[in-house]
């Protein structure tokens, strides 16, 4: 994989899947595409686990759009949709910090 411009924007976990997704690392038999490396699949395998394994662009959009209200920095918001809360309980302390 080539770096074609350093540090151009942060990406959030659901564009990294996405994007592993797209060169073929969600694929049980990986022998057949030579362009996913070992480490590309053990990150899919990791994030997978995690709420972009679940997420859409739907609902990444919908999450974000409801984020607005609050008036998040672009890396807070990043943050929040990494980490996004999965359980009521998240939720409320959540709303209860902001």
């Given at each position: 994989?080539?770096v074609?411009?350093?540090n151009s924007?942060?990406l959030?976990?659901?564009e990294?899947i996405?994007?592993l997704?797209?060169?073929?690392?969600n694929?049980e038999?990986?022998?057949s595409?030579g362009s996913v490396?070992?480490?590309?699949?053990?990150?899919?395998?990791?994030l997978s686990?995690t709420p972009?394994?679940t997420?859409t662009?739907?609902?990444l959009?919908?999450?974000?759009?409801k984020?607005?209200k609050?008036?998040?920095?672009?890396?807070?918001c990043l943050?929040?949709?990494?980490?996004?809360?999965?359980s009521?309980?998240?939720?409320?302390l959540?709303?209860t910090?902001?």
């Open positions: 994989m080539k074609k411009q350093a924007k942060l959030c976990n659901f990294v996405d994007l997704r797209s060169r073929g690392a694929q038999d990986l022998s595409f490396t070992p480490s590309e699949s053990k990150v899919y395998e990791y686990r972009a394994g997420q662009r739907d609902t959009q919908s999450f974000l759009q984020l607005d609050y008036k998040l920095t672009k890396a807070e943050q929040a949709v990494n980490l996004r809360p999965l009521a309980v998240e939720v409320h959540a709303e910090i902001l």
